[in-house]
């Protein structure tokens, strides 16, 4: 490894990225006592851009710095000028910018999920309504330079807004013609015209940068009539779907002219956090966690490599430098007879110790004196030494007399006496190692911290989910035996049959047929002249007929219980199951490539009433070689269709 480059006070460990803006390092800042901090350090020399008149503009806001407390933003360390070239220093952030974020996701055809694009964006409405509320000399913090370049992404999935110390430098110089396609789109328009910075100025760039997390698209250069047609028309990148209403409606009012927009970010930040509540979107910083994991894997593990490199060697390298600066090798001593003055051979010398500035001398102090006066009288010592017991070989007493302050008596002594060095100045090597290794024991303590609370929160969410999904199956149960017991409880249902007649004997001659009579009711007898004919009539009779059987009441078949938005089902009636809507793309594991070996895992997957997949697992044999991991990692990373029962979308295996 290479000595790293010096940046004024820092080293620059590691080009991180590159854009129109300039440069960002993970960088190291040097002390008196070593390797003190981590960095992340951006560099103003983009393309075009003046450094000078950038400064001007941003050399007094370090206030602005020390102002801003929030998590959703990046905590400033420096503010400073190298040369020509402005820079701004923040704790450092293992992760990504937004920018690179998205062309990672297009280069992997991974598009953002929209609960993951949401949070984002109401993370970064978030650090524009803090720093809306933080005042600075009684005058509100706005941003008005909010681009995905100044967006970084971490590793733990937490959101951080940077640059609100240069923001009103690089607005000042996209109005005087310095632009960049790159970052056009995300700034409102009158950015590019020299009008004063707005607080809606703030809520078009969100309006921008959503767009973008919904779509997996930059927004387009604008129709005559405004967005609204191209809003009306945009699919959300990983469903394939309209954008849903609430959601097309809160762009259609970012992206809008100035007195049409919303006010500002916090009333922005509301509306946004109000509809992901009545939208029933449940977005983490686990599960952003989770994808940045997945699209960056390598990098994250090449970045986790080079760090432990950096922690074993830039301690020695560091040690190194601080040796060949320090160390001024001394000539022999040649007889001295007079009173010799040390600050006439010992000067002022500037140094570079990996970027921090060393003294070898200075005059506020007598010490470095009598050092040189004890080292001078050592050497006399040995020389006179060796000269007389090199020669006579003997022992003589070599008398002992006090020594003037501030002069040394010496005789004379070969030239051939070795140089003596001075002793380095600075920590030593183990110091050094020391202080680096409890810096990333900190970090890592730090992160491991915060993992575990949100591996914690995910739980709590998940054992609640379990909880309602018992809780749910359990009422539909109670129902269920309600019912039961009800038709149980219900007399039984009094079946009538028709009873045949008793079986009449056989007819005498003298015995007639039995016979029904009907009487005439008195309503309707005929008149007087007719009554004579009707006596002379025998009565009519006929034959009842048989009562026809009353038909069996069927029992009622029991009532299927409705399913509900969410319910975990298996195939059966009335039931659609999910259908995979993205492109699997399962990694090629490196263990495999490099023994040309293939094999099919068969997992299966957990999909959500959303399409999300909520779990995997493996079924058969294990095939090795990576395989397994890389199934199961494809098969988290794909989203589907969701499963319906009966047209209402449900959670199935």
């Known amino acids: 490894m290479n000595i790293p480059e010096e940046f004024g006070k820092y080293l620059l460990l590691k080009k991180l990225t590159e854009d129109p803006l300039g440069e960002t390092f993970r960088a190291g800042r040097v002390g008196k006592e070593g390797m003190e901090q981590v960095v992340l350090l951006r560099v103003f020399n983009g393309k075009g851009l003046d450094g000078e008149r950038?400064?001007?503009?941003?050399s007094g806001r370090g206030a602005v710095q020390e102002s801003l407390k929030s998590p959703t933003i990046g905590s400033g360390v420096d503010l400073g000028r190298v040369r020509s070239f402005p820079y701004v220093v923040y704790d450092y952030v293992s992760g990504k910018n937004l920018a690179t974020l998205f062309a990672q996701a297009e280069r992997t055809l991974s598009p953002i999920p929209t609960d993951h694009?949401?949070?984002v964006a109401e993370r970064i409405a978030l650090a524009l309504a803090a720093a809306y509320e933080t005042r600075v000399q009684d005058e509100r913090i706005l941003h008005g330079f909010m681009v995905p370049h100044l967006v970084m992404i971490s590793n733990e999935g937490e959101t951080?807004?940077?640059g609100f110390e240069a923001a009103p430098g690089l607005r000042e110089l996209a109005a005087g013609g310095w632009q960049d396609e790159a970052i056009r789109p995300y700034?409102?328009?009158?950015?590019?015209?020299?009008a004063p910075l707005s607080r809606a100025d703030d809520v078009w760039s969100l309006g921008a940068v959503l767009y973008e997390l919904l779509t997996g698209e930059r927004l387009p250069a604008a129709a005559p009539d405004g967005y609204a047609g191209v809003i009306d028309r945009a699919l959300l990148a990983n469903e394939g779907t309209p954008l849903p209403e609430p959601v097309a409606a809160l762009l259609k009012k970012s992206l809008a002219p100035r007195e049409a927009r919303f006010a500002d970010a916090v009333t922005w930040h509301k509306t946004l956090s109000k509809m992901m509540i009545e939208g029933h979107y449940s977005p983490t910083t686990f599960n952003l966690a989770f994808f940045m994991h997945n699209l960056f894997r390598d990098e994250i593990d090449r970045e986790s490599q080079e760090i432990e490199a950096e922690k074993r060697d830039i301690p020695q390298q560091v040690a190194a430098a601080a040796a060949a600066t320090a160390v001024t090798p001394i000539a022999p001593v040649a007889p001295v007879r007079a009173p010799v003055d040390m600050r006439e051979t010992t000067g002022v010398r500037e140094g570079t110790l990996a970027g921090a500035r060393v003294a070898t001398a200075g005059p506020a102090s007598k010490a470095p004196l009598w050092i040189g006066i004890?080292?001078?009288?050592?050497?006399?010592?040995a020389g006179v030494g060796w000269y007389l017991f090199g020669r006579s070989g003997g022992a003589p007493q070599v008398a002992r007399q006090p020594m003037p302050s501030g002069t040394v008596q010496t005789a004379a002594m070969p030239s051939t006496a070795p140089p003596v060095q001075a002793v380095p100045a600075g920590p030593s090597q183990e110091e050094l190692q020391a202080q680096i290794d409890s810096m990333f024991e900190a970090r890592s303590k730090e992160m491991e911290d915060k993992l575990k609370s949100q591996y914690d929160d995910r739980i709590k969410q998940l054992q609640q989910q379990l909880e309602d999904s018992r809780k749910g199956a359990a009422e539909r149960e109670r129902?269920?035996?309600e019912q039961r017991l009800a038709q149980a409880a219900a007399p039984p249902p009094v079946e009538t049959r028709p009873v045949a007649p008793p079986p009449r004997p056989e007819p005498t001659p003298q015995q007639q047929a039995p016979q029904i009579t009907?009487?005439?009711a008195p309503a309707l007898q005929p008149p007087a002249s007719d009554q004579a004919t009707k006596e002379e009539e025998p009565e009519r009779t006929v034959e009842r007929p048989a009562a026809p059987a009353p038909a069996q009441p069927q029992p009622a078949a029991p009532r299927q219980p409705q399913v509900q938005y969410g319910d975990m089902v298996q195939m059966g009636p009335g039931v659609t199951g999910p259908k995979l809507s993205s492109r699997l793309d399962p990694r090629y594991p490196p263990a495999a490539q490099k023994l040309n070996r293939a094999a099919q895992v068969d997992i299966k997957v957990l999909v959500d009433e959303?399409?999300?997949v909520m779990d995997a697992e493996r079924i058969g044999a294990k095939a090795g070689f990576g395989f397994d991991e890389a199934a199961l990692d494809a098969a988290r990373r794909a989203t589907f269709q969701p499963a319906t029962k009966d047209g209402v979308r449900v959670k199935m295996w």
């Open 54 to 58: 950038l400064w001007q503009k941003i």
């Open 117 to 119: 694009a949401l949070l």
């Open 160 to 162: 951080r807004l940077l």
């Open 187 to 194: 700034l409102a328009p009158e950015a590019f015209t020299g």
């Open 374 to 381: 004890a080292a001078a009288a050592l050497i006399v010592l």
């Open 479 to 481: 129902l269920q035996a």
């Open 518 to 520: 009907i009487p005439t």
């Open 610 to 612: 959303k399409g999300r």
